[in-house]
């Protein structure tokens, strides 16, 4: 596709900016809120019980500290969701440490005559917090509050990470896609964003201090007040009811679509581009074969929070390749058989979890280490055996799954008996473009990923044949396959449908040409005639 | 009547700032307590005010221990002015006087009338400065108005902590005389911390001379001049002996 003039591309995203834009205030918004009335009871507790002052600070100090995703992924396991929820508890949890801190800082601040005064005229503990603490507190109190809410626009950008929206959601997309511009359709409106409610607190801040605009009328001062209470909560509620079908969709369950009237199936994918592909391709054949509608759900954050989220009934079905299910979900040891893979996976997961392995796609896009072709051809790489000499002196680059999973390094290391010089962990959508800028001289490309020839790569045999058959496959909830008879009709004709040459042929249209993937899918369907 | 019997306060423990002191505050009059920087006054005072608590003795308020009395009632029925203002300077003139009629629970138009009267009883006019803030006063009004605070709840016993401690000497001659005149038409009983011996003989009923915790000597203004107690009173009170002479004749 013929790359569009910058304001086209805009204005064709505008609906959508605007949602993301309003998910985003909303998740920000809440959890701030939230955090407020969390953090001051918090803040005068913690000035009231020295004792707690510690452990409490402690404990909202740590909880800062723990880096974002990590936050995300730990509070998806302990809440069981994926979505909204546990991505507003990671921005309350974020948000609660500048909000406690400076009200306990505003409490202590205040000067011990106008306290002595206080108590010396008679006023009680709770009327000193009252009338003089706070009120004399409220400017730090606020800049707390401040500074929590634009930490909180930037790191709610990461709630895409888990299916909870946001501008985040093109930041991903982008980056799944190493679409630059996507990257930056999320990455600007979230720094304007921050800009602006660093602007809007910071004129509350300065309207709230005694100190200042205290010849305003009392009934302007009032209604000022009064406005800086109701405008956030008028602006999110009408917020709140349009998103709520979006929240409730997230946390939503199988049981609710029928009720709803309408039978929705909801497909999810990962975050990289041949599951959008995927995932986009199984959204319209059932579309158009069936009566169904489709939730996309897609780009999820990875493996374990797509199979979480099946599991748990919050999705329907996602594209899972045989070796991952295999390996990283049933945790048995590596097969070389495809046929025997495929068939060991479909029984393990029609018992342990009554999923369902439909018929594969046909492609097996394993692991395989992949290089510049330029270095390949110097030093006469072919095979995964030849890097052994050299190993020592190469940097590898590779996704944060592969280095964990008993399929990707570890394992690598035990079969092939060699180590890399130096390993970092990339994000699985910048990785070709490191090694193809020569950041890094190794990665764990996919067989089948389009990049490889766009940036002039190649991968290396498998002489080991270490890595294990990952043909691609919908997997499906059995529920949902009864409840639904026509859905396995409608994805039937996706079996063996498309090779390893096609589907790098579609990643690269897609990463290469930049085409947009839902035109690029149906394009592919009818001329495939199966749409 | 206050009353203090055998009362001793050490902060430490060790040391006592305040030493076996008893003294009676007759209906009515202006006792002063004067002594020098660190003796013990504004201790004194805190500690009728239950803002701390003495190590030993008792203090009585018309005869009650007022270690068996509500510190919150206790507090909002004695008039303090503190040493160095404390006005709350996020609230305006009229909140600050306001605030123990407020706490007390008064009507709105009662405390209304009541602010206006107080503010024109300490010489500052309603429609200037009552919506004002402290910082925005001068050093001798906002003392007027701290006055004008511990007079809100018209309480019998007035606590004052060095009113006029911070200021020049022709503003405090100022406030001075107009604190006899409001003395004249108020008839509190005045407790009135000061290290100023002229501001003593001048405003005192009777003068009680503090020294390293004790007390000195007790006595009007004339008998502690006639009849220096210690040596410590008489070496006091000498340089001020010219002063004092020249005072008598004038009145
Ligand atoms: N909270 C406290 N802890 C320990 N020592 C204190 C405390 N408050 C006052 N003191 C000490 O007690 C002594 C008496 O203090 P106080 O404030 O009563 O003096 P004062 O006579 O009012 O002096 P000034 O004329 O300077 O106001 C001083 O030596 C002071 O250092
Ligand atoms: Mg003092």
Redesign the interface.
């Known amino acids: 596709m013929k790359t569009t003039s910058l304001t086209d591309y805009i204005i064709e995203r505008l609906p959508e900016i605007w949602q993301r834009i309003g998910e985003h205030i909303f998740l920000t918004g809440i959890s701030t809120l939230t955090a407020v009335f969390v953090g001051i009871p918090l803040g005068i507790l913690a000035f009231y019980r020295p004792g707690l002052r510690g452990p409490l600070l402690g404990i909202v100090s740590i909880l800062q500290t723990i880096p974002s995703l990590a936050m995300l992924v730990i509070l998806l396991a302990l809440f069981q969701k994926i979505g909204v929820i546990p991505a507003i508890v990671a921005l309350i949890l974020y948000a609660l440490l500048p909000i406690v801190r400076n009200t306990l800082a505003a409490l202590q601040g205040i000067a011990p005559e106008i306290i002595e005064a206080a108590r010396g005229i008679g006023m009680t503990e709770w009327q000193k917090m009252r009338l003089i603490r706070i009120p004399l507190g409220i400017p730090v109190i606020m800049a707390g509050i401040r500074t929590a809410s634009v930490a909180g626009v930037g790191i709610a950008t990461l709630a895409a990470f888990i299916g909870a929206g946001g501008l985040g959601e093109f930041i991903n997309r982008g980056l799944a896609l190493s679409n630059t511009r996507l990257i930056f359709l999320g990455a600007i409106p979230a720094a304007l964003l921050a800009l602006l409610v660093d602007f809007v607190l910071g004129f509350i801040e300065k309207v709230c201090d005694p100190k200042r605009n205290r010849h305003w009328s009392h009934r302007f001062r009032f209604a000022l007040k009064l406005s800086i209470v109701l405008i956030p909560l008028f602006l999110l509620i009408p917020v709140f009811i349009s998103f709520s079908p979006w929240s409730s969709q997230t946390a939503g369950s199988s049981e609710k679509n029928e009720t709803k009237g309408i039978n929705v199936v909801r497909i999810a994918s990962k975050n990289f581009t041949e599951q959008l592909i995927l995932a986009e391709m199984m959204a319209q054949m059932i579309e158009k074969r069936t009566h169904l509608s489709v939730d996309r759900k897609f780009n999820l954050g990875g493996t374990i929070i797509c199979h979480e989220a099946l599991k748990r009934g919050e999705i329907d079905l996602y594209a899972e390749y045989t070796g991952t299910g295999l390996m990283a979900i049933l945790k048995l040891p590596a097969m070389n058989n495809p046929d025997e893979v495929y068939h060991r996976v479909s029984e393990e997961y029609l018992n342990r979890f009554n999923l369902v392995w439909l018929e594969p796609f046909g492609f097996n896009n394993t692991y395989t280490l992949t290089v510049r072709k330029q270095d390949a051809v110097q030093n006469q790489w072919k095979i995964i055996s030849d890097l052994i000499p050299m190993s020592s002196k190469l940097v590898a680059g590779f996704s944060g799954e592969f280095q964990e999973r008993p399929d990707g390094y570890p394992g690598f290391q035990e079969i092939y008996g060699f180590k890399f010089g130096e390993v970092h962990d990339l994000d699985p959508g910048l990785i070709y473009q490191a090694l193809a800028k020569g950041a890094v001289d190794v990665i764990d490309g996919y067989l089948t990923d389009g990049r490889i020839p766009a940036y002039n790569l190649i991968s290396l045999k498998d002489d080991k044949k270490f890595f294990p058959p990952y043909y691609a496959a919908p997997v499906v909830r059995e529920e949902v396959l009864s409840a639904y008879p026509d859905l396995r009709e409608a994805l039937a004709p996706l079996g063996s449908l498309i090779d390893n040459t096609t589907m790098r042929a579609l990643n690269y249209e897609v990463n290469g040409n930049r085409r947009g993937i839902s035109e690029l899918v149906t394009e592919f369907l009818q001329d495939k005639e199966v749409l | 009547m206050i009353a203090l019997d055998q009362v001793s306060k050490s902060y430490d423990g060790v040391s006592r700032i305040i030493n076996n002191l008893s003294l009676e505050v007759l209906e009515g009059e202006i006792l002063i307590l004067l002594g020098s920087s660190g003796c013990g006054k504004s201790t004194i005072l805190?500690m009728i005010?239950r803002?701390i608590d003495p190590t030993e003795g008792r203090i009585y308020l018309d005869g009650k221990d007022i270690q068996q009395q509500d510190p919150?009632?206790?507090?909002?029925s004695l008039g303090?002015v503190?040493q160095?203002i404390?006005?709350?300077?996020?609230l305006?003139i009229r909140e600050n006087i306001s605030?123990?009629p407020h706490?007390l629970g008064w009507p709105e138009d009662r405390i209304n009338n009541r602010y206006r009267e107080l503010l024109e009883l300490v010489q500052l006019s309603p429609e200037i400065h009552a919506?004002r803030?402290p910082d925005e006063l001068s050093g001798g009004q906002q003392q007027r108005v701290a006055v004008a605070?511990a007079l809100a709840a018209d309480p019998d016993y007035l606590l004052m902590d060095e009113p006029f401690g911070a200021l020049d000497a022709i503003t405090r001659d100022s406030l001075q005389q107009e604190f006899l005149d409001l003395k004249q038409r108020l008839n509190k009983t005045i407790i009135f911390v000061t290290h100023d011996i002229i501001e003593a003989v001048t405003l005192g009923d009777r003068i009680a001379i503090l020294h390293e915790g004790r007390l000195e000597q007790i006595g009007t203004p004339e008998e502690i001049l006639e009849n220096p107690a210690t040596d410590f009173v008489r070496e006091l009170f000498a340089k001020s002996v010219k002063f004092w002479k020249g005072f008598k004749s004038i009145s």
């Open positions: 805190k005010n803002l919150i009632e206790l507090r909002r303090y503190f160095g404390g006005l709350f300077p996020h305006s605030m123990v706490l919506d803030f605070r």
